[in-house]
């Protein structure tokens, strides 16, 4: 096995040439490259004595995600083969032997492709496997309840509250509460403690960041009084990716603090409330819905004072 990669030089990079001892042999019987897209290529019977270039893209697919029914365009970019074998989601049964077909996903998820190229004896000379198709449905958008739109007067402590957002494909929902000075959400940001709420199927699975760089998972058992002195907490700390940054961008000093305690869900309505924010300042605010696989949705923004 032989790893390729560009190196760390300065205006250059390392050769990209590999070379290979067959000793007495004639010919390569197989040639398994993986790329770092993640596209695993077969290649078959190589003559031996030669220079052979290797070429990535030896299939094209447009669009590569989307929503279902998702009808995807693939196209092979090797003509001087004969026969095409198209698994389009890597079961082991072929779906087409078209050179440049269409295949439409109805359900949800990631789809490995598999292209088999053969010569007109029927000899393989190329497998080529990729994780290319991520047929998903973003959340709905969340609906922005509280504060009203250029609402004034409000104190240095506001509980926002909004709809949650409905996965078609039941995916559990995510949510990262925005606030800034600015419209563009890059400056004077507010800290939020990187508060994050995710509801499943189940009412009440709440998890919540603390703002420290980890995140805790909190199940909480809702119901009379005696039943929410049973609440499971399962601690977990984890690092957080960058789309939970504490900052929205790279501007800070917009004052506010919350804390996972107060992030709420009660029916349909999310609510997380922040306090510090700063006397007589306009702050701008959204809430981003995420499902865990890719789609995300924004709601409107928002503006309010404080006084």
Request: glycine content about 12%.
């Amino acid at each position: 096995m032989r790893e390729q990669d560009g190196g760390i030089h300065a205006y250059s990079q390392n050769y990209q040439r590999l070379h290979f001892g067959l000793k007495d042999n004639t010919q390569v019987d197989r040639l398994t490259i993986q790329w770092p897209s993640g596209i695993k290529q077969e290649i078959y019977n190589i003559p031996a004595n030669q220079v052979f270039r290797a070429v990535e893209h030896d299939l094209t697919v447009s669009p590569a995600s989307g929503s279902p029914p998702l009808t995807v365009n693939f196209t092979s970019n090797s003509s001087e083969f004969y026969n095409y074998e198209w698994d389009f989601d890597n079961d082991g049964v072929i779906d087409s032997t078209d050179p440049n077909p269409s295949y439409t996903y109805d359900s949800p998820g990631n789809y490995a492709v598999k292209l088999t190229v053969t010569d007109s004896d029927g000899t393989v000379r190329r497998d080529i496997t990729a994780t290319y198709i991520e047929v998903n449905t973003p959340p709905s958008v969340p609906q922005l309840i509280y504060p009203a739109d250029g609402l004034t007067g409000l104190g240095t402590t506001v509980e926002f509250v909004w709809k949650e957002s409905i996965d078609p494909d039941g995916d559990p929902v995510s949510y990262k509460l925005q606030i800034c000075k600015g419209s563009d959400f890059a400056t004077g940001c507010v800290d939020t403690g990187n508060a994050l709420l995710a509801r499943g199927s189940e009412n009440n699975v709440f998890y919540a960041g603390t703002g420290a760089g980890l995140m805790i998972f909190g199940i909480v058992m809702a119901g009379s009084a005696g039943s929410r002195r049973k609440m499971a907490v399962l601690l977990i700390a984890m690092l957080t990716v960058a789309v939970l940054s504490v900052s929205c961008g790279s501007g800070g000093s917009g004052g506010g603090t919350s804390s996972p305690e107060i992030v709420t869900q009660q029916g349909d309505e999310v609510s997380q409330t922040v306090s510090g924010l700063r006397t007589g300042t306009t702050y701008y605010w959204k809430v981003i819905a995420y499902d865990g696989n890719g789609g995300k949705t924004e709601s409107k923004v928002r503006s309010f004072t404080t006084e």
